[in-house]
């Protein structure tokens, strides 16, 4: 699948449980190929933290799409998001 494909708007499904809550969920989703059923590909999170304005930021993208740009699109999507709703700042703890 294309990175086109992956990151196209109806791929990247916007989930939202009420981000007065202070959570947002973003799922990238993808058909396989042979099956054609459907398969979550990646997920993003934002979390709004008890400091006032600040919210972590956390990713999980599937093994066989890591470093084709999938988790990119999600934290820039979830900047977006972090911007509409005026956050200040975004924290998030890298690993690989």
């Given at each position: 699948?294309?990175?086109?494909?992956?990151?196209?708007?109806?791929?990247?499904?916007?989930?939202?449980?009420?981000?007065?809550?202070?959570?947002?969920?973003?799922?990238?989703e993808?058909?396989?190929?042979?099956?054609?059923?459907?398969?979550?590909?990646?997920?993003?999170?934002?979390?709004?933290l008890?400091?006032?304005?600040?919210?972590?930021?956390?990713?999980?993208?599937?093994?066989?799409?890591?470093?084709?740009?999938?988790?990119?699109?999600?934290?820039?999507?979830?900047?977006?998001a972090?911007?509409?709703n005026?956050?200040?700042?975004?924290?998030?703890?890298?690993?690989?």
């Amino acid at each position: 699948m294309s990175f086109a494909a992956r990151t196209a708007h109806d791929t990247l499904l916007r989930i939202y449980h009420g981000y007065s809550e202070g959570e947002l969920v973003l799922v990238a989703e993808g058909k396989d190929q042979e099956s054609g059923e459907r398969r979550i590909l990646g997920v993003g999170r934002l979390n709004r933290l008890q400091a006032d304005g600040e919210a972590e930021v956390a990713v999980l993208v599937s093994d066989q799409y890591q470093l084709k740009g999938l988790a990119t699109e999600l934290v820039r999507q979830l900047i977006k998001a972090a911007r509409e709703n005026k956050l200040r700042s975004l924290v998030a703890e890298m690993s690989n």
